[in-house]
């Protein structure tokens, strides 16, 4: 029986990584993959859409505006060819139909979503938010802060100094982001202040 499954941590938890391993070993059984990340997420795509995990592994892949629908892009992809899985990198990025959408999917079809839990102000993205109310199968990719606790906060820096306050998308990576415990998030933010 086919399921939605998110697959979520903090920054630097290997999201992606696992997500293209995942990608791997299902074309090494010759299944066809979907591979999608939202079209917000231009991180290292260099003109080509791609999927980059900070490990060095990459995949081109399928991307989508807030305003377009999983279904119609599954019902384009799969005309051509059979699709056994879909994977959503960067999911948290995803609105609510969207993830919605995915869940229909999720009736014929496995979809694996990969992502952030909470934005840098400890709340939860739209397209987390829908995940873990939706979702058949939830799991934590864990991570380690600089304290040695586990990580649970992606905390955002400005001019060296931790904020709470301004866009929640701000895509960046390490010059940006630290992924820490929340006694450390607390610690930092108060120093900044």
């Known amino acids: ?9 903090t920054m630097n938890s290997s999201k992606s990584a696992q997500a293209l391993m995942c990608k791997f070993n299902y074309e090494q059984k010759g299944m066809k993959v979907m591979l999608v990340k939202p079209a917000l997420d231009t ?5 080509e859409r791609m999927v980059r995990s900070r490990i060095g ?5 399928y991307t989508i505006t807030r305003d377009q629908s999983f279904l119609e892009l599954f019902e384009s992809v799969s005309a051509g060819q059979k699709v056994d899985i879909v994977i959503v990198d ?9 993830i919605d959408q995915l869940k229909q999917l999720s009736q014929h079809i496995d979809v694996l979503c990969y992502g952030l839990l909470l934005d840098f102000t400890c709340h939860l993205f739209e397209g987390s938010k829908r995940l873990v109310e939706l979702a058949d199968s939830l799991r934590e990719i864990k991570s380690v802060c600089r304290c040695g606790r586990k990580s649970t906060v992606n905390a955002r820096f400005v001019d060296g100094k931790c904020v ?3 866009p929640t998308i701000l895509i960046g990576g390490e010059e940006s982001y630290e992924s820490m415990c929340y ?3 607390q610690k930092e933010l108060n120093q900044g202040k």
């Open 1 to 9: 029986m086919s399921k939605l499954y998110f697959n979520y941590g």
């Open 164 to 166: 709470d306050d301004g």
């Open 183 to 185: 006694w450390c998030w």
């Open 43 to 47: 991180r290292g795509d260099d003109g």
């Open 57 to 61: 592994l990459t995949a081109k892949c």
């Open 90 to 98: 960067e999911a948290q990025f995803c609105t609510t139909a969207q």
